[in-house]
């Protein structure tokens, strides 16, 4: 089963990427066209979880999995996650976008929620190191040890910051993280997280719509993969973080 590990479902708004999105039936056309069987779905920064939940309840033809956009310190989003726990499979937190870091003790009590539920944490890691830094989100980890955290972008997006990534899992001895790939250009970056991390540690993932699927399936193509370590990459490791295996 190949899973996209992180598609943004819906329309961003004007101020970001362009106000670039598609509908759901678009979406869910593209991964036909790939070949994909199914999506962990998360929103956009508009923070529309209904819809999304309303198109996954209403699905019949893919299986996708549900990772609302929460933003720390917002009573609503986590009275969200807590009511509607038996549809939530993770939560997304976008420290750039929302702009709290995921240290911040406004994040403590969604932290919390997924530690004591068993769900996983999606991290947007990116360039802003005083806001998104992968720092952050592997402190965050180490202090909550019992919660499994994806960190989206493998920690921030360019071959200087996925490297301290690697080195700050490793070092760190963090066995609860695990790297997306989605917006990845290098590569061999991914390879180097393979080949020190393990291929279980590594998550195919293409930021739909600002992404295709179809690049980040090329660049695990271009890895020097045994087939089971391409089959975990492109789906197995999704499918155990949501608790499928």
Same mark, same amino acid.
Request: with cysteine; hydrophobic share 40%; proline share 4%.
């Given at each position: ?68 956009? =929460?933003?720390? !310190?917002? &009573?609503?989003?986590?009275? /969200?996650?807590?009511?509607?726990? #038996? $549809? ?88 609860? =993280?695990?790297? !997306?790939? &989605?917006?990845?250009?290098? /590569?061999?970056?991914?390879?180097? #997280? $393979? ?51």
């Amino acid at each position: 089963m190949i899973v996209d590990g992180h598609i943004h479902a819906g329309y961003w708004s004007p101020r970001m990427f362009l106000g670039r999105g598609t509908s759901f039936e678009a979406m869910e056309a593209c991964l036909t066209e790939c070949g994909i069987d199914g999506a962990i779905l998360t929103s956009t920064d508009q923070r529309d979880n209904h819809s999304v939940a309303a198109f996954i309840a209403g699905s019949n033809t893919k299986k996708y999995w549900f990772f609302p956009w =929460v933003k720390p !310190g917002v &009573e609503d989003d986590l009275a /969200y996650i807590r009511e509607n726990r #038996a $549809v939530i499979h993770g939560i997304k937190l976008h420290p750039s976008c929302d702009k709290i870091k995921v240290t911040d003790v406004k994040a403590e009590p969604f932290l919390r929620f997924a530690a004591d539920e068993g769900l996983p944490v999606m991290v947007h890691c990116g360039r802003w190191q005083e806001m998104s830094s992968y720092r952050f989100a592997l402190e965050a980890a180490a202090r909550y040890p019992e919660a499994r955290f994806i960190l989206s972008h493998m920690g921030g997006d360019t071959p200087e910051l996925e490297m301290g990534t690697i080195r700050g899992i490793t070092g760190g001895g963090l066995d609860n =993280v695990s790297l !997306g790939i &989605e917006g990845v250009r290098e /590569y061999w970056a991914v390879q180097k #997280a $393979v080949d020190e991390l393990g291929a279980e540690k590594v998550v195919f993932g293409s930021d739909f719509p600002l992404g295709h699927p179809r690049m980040y399936m090329g660049l695990v193509d271009a890895l020097k993969l045994a087939p089971g370590q391409k089959r975990l990459i492109l789906g197995g490791n999704a499918l155990r973080l949501v608790g499928e295996e």
